[in-house]
């Protein structure tokens, strides 16, 4: 069973930077696809990034150039930097977890097993 913990949020400025963290714990992140996502009340839960087991990143047009995916395997644990944030990066952010080495073929926001509970960032 695979249980993951964000941890970072917070409230920051337009063109701050915040780091998220998601411990993972139950398996080894280094070999398998995880994704980050976000979401606003009201709206869909949106793809920010993935990296798969081979370390293929993928982002969202929304954050190329903004955000990094990265992931430190002696911890166990996934990073999302986030640079440059805007107003709009406001929501909940979910770490995933795919329990396959490649993220989904059709698309890696999609066929994710198991989630966070999110942590929140608010951009002002």
């Known amino acids: 069973h695979v249980q993951l913990v964000e941890s970072g949020g917070g409230s920051v400025q337009a063109g701050g930077s915040l780091k998220l963290s998601c411990e993972v714990s139950?398996?080894?992140?280094?070999?398998?696809?995880m994704g980050w996502f976000r979401q606003v009340p009201g709206k869909e839960r949106e793809g920010v990034g993935a990296?798969?087991?081979?370390?293929?990143?993928r982002y969202a047009d929304s954050v190329e150039g903004r955000f990094t995916i990265s992931r430190d395997n002696a911890k166990n644990t996934l990073y999302l930097e986030m640079n440059s944030l805007k107003p709009e990066d406001t929501g909940m952010y979910y770490c995933?977890?795919?329990?396959?080495?490649?993220?989904?073929?059709?698309?890696?926001?999609?066929?994710?097993?198991?989630w966070g509970q999110g942590t929140q960032v608010t951009v002002s």
């Open positions: 995933a977890f795919r329990h396959g080495y490649y993220c989904y073929s059709e698309s890696w926001t999609r066929g994710y097993n198991y």
């Open positions: 139950g398996y080894t992140v280094g070999r398998y696809c």
């Open positions: 990296v798969d087991g081979e370390g293929t990143l």
